[in-house]
């Protein structure tokens, strides 16, 4: 029996399975299964009220999991899907409370990951999943960061190798009368406006439990981050070493040519492999046990707005 047979037998039986998907793994269950679905906040740690992601293998079953779909959306799935964008819609009244945490509206995304979609199209069903990795840490980008994660709480990982995207999918908000991006992901507002046919909104309210990713505090690593300008950071560099503490550094390494023994994750001029390498590098400085970790923040433009949104959660997250 192949692997990706072996995974959709165990998400018929109620078990969790573990899959990538282009932006980061997801720990995967039966969205049609209330005790699968229990068993992922259990796994995660994660508070009962907050709501799942389902994941479909096309968008031809957006009726069984939503109703009053607007047009946009078929508009976006048909441009957007399988990829990096989940949409937020009005639940079908089968859509178990589990799943929404309780609210009229379900989220629901197709991945384009060739694993998960093998996987999807096996199982034939919708797969609650949310990132693999412990309630309020940092998204498993890889098959062996889930296993640091989840180790044996989860039955089986499929490994489909790094994700390519590296953050989380863009959330768009469609149930209200104007389109509204709750979380900023690699398919920017731009993309979606040409598609729309004017700018979405932009932030979902603030702290809102209806997106974990908006809880301040959240995709942090252990040790503490500190998020500083760039033209700021030779300073805050001096204080942290006049201070004594040890620091790992995820910058520019330009930046720290006076400095050799530092460790530093260089950081990519460009936002997309930015994003692509962002949890790994904290992942490994994190692993470093230092005592602060150093970002020095990349450009307050639209291009970088997802990863502006992730360093910002970290710093908070990690005090
Ligand atoms: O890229 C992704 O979206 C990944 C991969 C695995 O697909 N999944 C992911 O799931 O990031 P999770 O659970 O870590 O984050 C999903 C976010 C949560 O912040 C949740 O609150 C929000 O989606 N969400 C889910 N359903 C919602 C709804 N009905 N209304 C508002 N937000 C919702
Ligand atoms: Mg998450």
Redesign the pocket.
């Known amino acids: 029996m192949n692997d990706v047979v072996r995974a959709a037998g165990l998400l018929r039986a109620g078990e969790l399975v573990a899959f990538p998907?282009e932006?980061?793994?997801?720990l995967g269950a039966d969205a049609a299964n209330p005790l699968a679905i229990a068993r992922i906040f259990a796994a995660k740690g994660r508070p009962a009220d907050?709501?799942?992601?389902v994941?479909l293998p096309d968008a031809s079953q957006l009726g069984h999991w939503a109703v009053d779909i607007p047009e946009a959306a078929h508009r976006l799935a048909a441009a957007f899907w399988p990829g990096?964008l989940?949409l937020?819609l009005r639940r079908h009244a089968s859509v178990s409370d589990a799943i929404?945490?309780g609210?009229d509206?379900?989220?629901l995304?197709v991945?384009n990951h060739p694993l998960a979609l093998q996987l999807l199209r096996e199982f034939d069903g919708g797969v609650a999943?949310?990132?693999?990795n412990r309630f309020g840490r940092i998204?498993p980008t890889t098959a062996a960061h889930v296993r640091e994660e989840l180790g044996t709480a989860v039955a089986m990982i499929l490994d489909g190798g790094p994700c390519a995207v590296g953050i989380?999918?863009t959330?768009l908000?469609l149930s209200g009368i104007k389109a509204r991006i709750?979380?900023p992901?690699m398919l920017d507002a731009v993309a979606i406006a040409g598609v729309l046919g004017y700018p979405p909104e932009l932030g979902g309210e603030r702290n809102s439990?209806?997106?974990?990713?908006?809880l301040e505090a959240h995709y942090a690593p252990a040790t503490e981050l500190q998020l500083v300008a760039a033209a700021d950071f030779p300073q805050a560099l001096q204080a942290a070493l006049a201070a004594g503490r040890r620091i790992a550094v995820l910058a520019d390494p330009q930046l720290l040519r006076a400095h050799p023994g530092i460790a530093c994750y260089p950081a990519s001029p460009d936002p997309v492999r930015y994003a692509h390498d962002l949890y790994a590098g904290l992942r490994e400085l994190d692993a470093l046990g230092g005592d602060l970790i150093l970002v020095a923040a990349p450009p307050a433009e639209a291009a970088w707005r997802a990863v502006n949104d992730r360093l910002r959660r970290a710093a908070a997250g990690s005090k």
């Open positions: 998907t932006t980061v793994y997801g907050h709501p799942l992601i994941h990096p989940t937020i929404t945490g609210q509206t379900v989220g995304r991945p999943a949310p990132s693999a998204s989380e999918s959330i908000d709750l979380r992901g439990p209806r997106v974990s990713g908006n």
